[in-house]
C-alpha cells in the first residue's frame, strides 16, 4: 500500500527542463534534481505543482546518476540554498554551514568567511577560534603565529626556534653550507685529480706499447746485424783463396821487377839449365826444370793486397 502511494505521488510530480536521470538495480528510472549524494543516500528533488519534495534513496539501491549538472554545480546549489536559510543573527547557524563548507575543500572561502560571522556573533566562541587558527595565549585570543611571537619563538625557514639559540642556530647553519661548499669543492678536485690518474695512466700504457714495438724492432734488427756478420764471415771465407792466389801473382810480379831493375833476367835467360841426370831413369833424357813454391803471404802482404785490390780490378777492366 506505502510502495503504490510512493508510485502515485511521483506520477503527480511534474518534469523539470534540465533534471538529473537516476538509474536503479531494478531498472526503474527516475527524472528528479540531486541536491544530496553521499555513501549511505542519494537525496532526489522533485518539482510539484507549486511547491518541492524531497525523497531520499537508499545508495545501495541506485545504479547510477546520469547528471545534467556537474557534482560541483549541484553542491554550489545547495550552499546557496543553504545560505538564504541561514539566520544572519545565529551563531550556531552560521557555525553550522561553516561545518558543511568544511566538507568540501572548494568551499575554504565559504567556511572561513562562516567561522567569521560567528565570530562576529560569539569571539569567545572556541570551535571557530580554532577553525581560524587562533589559540589563547595569557588570557587573549591570538593567531598561533602571534602567540608563539609572545612567547619569544622565532619562525626560520618553516620551523619556529627559541629566540635565544636563533643566533647560535644562524652561525651552525652558516658553518654547515661552508663545510658543504668546501666538501663540494673537494669533491670536484677529486674528480679532476682522478680524470689526470687516469690520463696519466693511459699515457703511461701507450709508452709501455711504444717501449715494446720499440724493442721488438730493437731486437729485430740485431737479428739481421748477426745474419749480415755472418755473411761477412762466409763472404771472408769464400774469398782467401782469391786473395792467396793475387798475393802469389803480385809477389811474383814484384820479384820480376826487382829481376828487371838488377839486370839479372837477361843471364838467366842466357844460363842453360841445369839437368838432373841421375833423376832421368832412362839416362840420356833431360828433366824437367822446377820452380820452388813461393812462400804464403804475411798478414802484411794480405792487407796490402786488400787494399791494392780496386786498383788491379780497373786495371785488368
Same mark, same amino acid.
Given at each position: 500500500?506505502?510502495?503504490?502511494?510512493?508510485?502515485?505521488?511521483?506520477?503527480?510530480?511534474?518534469?523539470?527542463?534540465?533534471?538529473?536521470?537516476?538509474?536503479?538495480? @531494478?531498472?526503474?528510472?527516475?527524472?528528479? /534534481?540531486?541536491?544530496?549524494?553521499?555513501?549511505?543516500?542519494?537525496?532526489?528533488?522533485?518539482?510539484?505543482?507549486?511547491?518541492?519534495?524531497?525523497?531520499?534513496?537508499?545508495?545501495? /539501491?541506485?545504479?547510477?546518476?546520469?547528471?545534467?549538472?556537474? !557534482?560541483? #554545480?549541484?553542491?554550489?546549489?545547495?550552499?546557496?540554498?543553504?545560505?538564504?536559510?541561514?539566520? !544572519?543573527?545565529?551563531?550556531?547557524?552560521?557555525?553550522?554551514?561553516?561545518?558543511?563548507?568544511?566538507?568540501?575543500?572548494?568551499?575554504?572561502?565559504?567556511?572561513?568567511?562562516?567561522?567569521?560571522?560567528?565570530?562576529?556573533? @560569539?569571539?569567545?566562541?572556541?570551535?571557530?577560534?580554532?577553525?581560524?587558527?587562533?589559540?589563547?595565549?595569557?588570557?587573549?585570543?591570538?593567531?598561533?603565529?602571534?602567540?608563539?611571537?609572545?612567547?619569544?619563538?622565532?619562525?626560520?625557514?618553516?620551523?619556529?626556534?627559541?629566540?635565544?639559540?636563533?643566533?647560535? =642556530?644562524?652561525?651552525?647553519?652558516?658553518?654547515?653550507?661552508?663545510?658543504?661548499?668546501?666538501?663540494?669543492?673537494?669533491?670536484?678536485?677529486?674528480?679532476?685529480?682522478?680524470?689526470?690518474?687516469? /690520463?696519466?695512466?693511459?699515457?703511461?700504457?701507450?709508452?709501455?706499447?711504444? %717501449?715494446?714495438?720499440?724493442?721488438?724492432?730493437?731486437?729485430?734488427?740485431?737479428?739481421?746485424?748477426?745474419?749480415?756478420?755472418?755473411?761477412?764471415?762466409?763472404?771472408?771465407?769464400?774469398?782467401?783463396?782469391?786473395?792467396?792466389?793475387?798475393?802469389?801473382?803480385?809477389?811474383?810480379?814484384?820479384?820480376?821487377?826487382?829481376? /828487371?831493375?838488377?839486370?839479372? =833476367?837477361?843471364?838467366?835467360?842466357?844460363?842453360?839449365?841445369?839437368?838432373?841426370?841421375?833423376?832421368?831413369?832412362?839416362?840420356?833424357?833431360?828433366?824437367?826444370? %822446377?820452380?820452388?813454391?813461393?812462400?804464403?803471404?804475411?798478414?802484411?802482404?794480405?792487407?796490402?793486397?786488400? #787494399?791494392?785490390? !780496386?786498383?788491379?780490378? %780497373?786495371?785488368?777492366?
Amino acid at each position: 500500500m506505502k510502495r503504490i502511494i510512493v508510485c502515485a505521488l511521483l506520477l503527480c510530480l511534474v518534469r523539470t527542463a534540465g533534471a538529473d536521470l537516476v538509474y536503479f538495480h @531494478d531498472g526503474s528510472v527516475q527524472e528528479g /534534481k540531486v541536491v544530496h549524494q553521499d555513501e549511505q543516500a542519494v537525496v532526489v528533488s522533485y518539482a510539484l505543482h507549486g511547491g518541492e519534495v524531497q525523497i531520499s534513496y537508499p545508495a545501495e /539501491k541506485i545504479e547510477r546518476i546520469e547528471w545534467k549538472q556537474t !557534482p560541483q #554545480e549541484v553542491r554550489r546549489e545547495e550552499y546557496e540554498r543553504l545560505l538564504a536559510n541561514v539566520d !544572519p543573527d545565529s551563531a550556531a547557524s552560521w557555525l553550522a554551514l561553516a561545518q558543511w563548507c568544511g566538507q568540501d575543500k572548494a568551499f575554504e572561502e565559504e567556511r572561513r568567511r562562516a567561522y567569521r560571522r560567528v565570530l562576529d556573533i @560569539d569571539p569567545d566562541n572556541e570551535a571557530a577560534r580554532a577553525a581560524l587558527g587562533y589559540v589563547r595565549h595569557e588570557g587573549a585570543w591570538m593567531t598561533e603565529s602571534d602567540a608563539m611571537v609572545a612567547r619569544g619563538y622565532v619562525l626560520h625557514n618553516g620551523q619556529w626556534v627559541p629566540g635565544d639559540q636563533y643566533a647560535d =642556530i644562524v652561525k651552525a647553519e652558516a658553518q654547515r653550507a661552508e663545510a658543504a661548499a668546501r666538501e663540494k669543492e673537494l669533491q670536484v678536485q677529486l674528480a679532476q685529480a682522478r680524470a689526470r690518474a687516469e /690520463k696519466a695512466e693511459q699515457q703511461l700504457r701507450d709508452t709501455q706499447a711504444e %717501449t715494446a714495438e720499440l724493442e721488438e724492432r730493437i731486437a729485430e734488427l740485431q737479428y739481421r746485424i748477426e745474419e749480415l756478420e755472418d755473411l761477412d764471415r762466409r763472404v771472408i771465407i769464400l774469398r782467401q783463396p782469391y786473395r792467396r792466389h793475387h798475393l802469389l801473382r803480385r809477389r811474383i810480379r814484384r820479384n820480376l821487377d826487382s829481376d /828487371k831493375e838488377s839486370g839479372t =833476367i837477361g843471364e838467366r835467360e842466357e844460363a842453360p839449365s841445369r839437368i838432373d841426370d841421375t833423376n832421368d831413369p832412362a839416362g840420356g833424357k833431360p828433366a824437367e826444370l %822446377t820452380e820452388p813454391d813461393p812462400p804464403e803471404p804475411t798478414d802484411k802482404e794480405a792487407v796490402e793486397t786488400e #787494399e791494392d785490390e !780496386p786498383a788491379e780490378a %780497373t786495371e785488368q777492366e
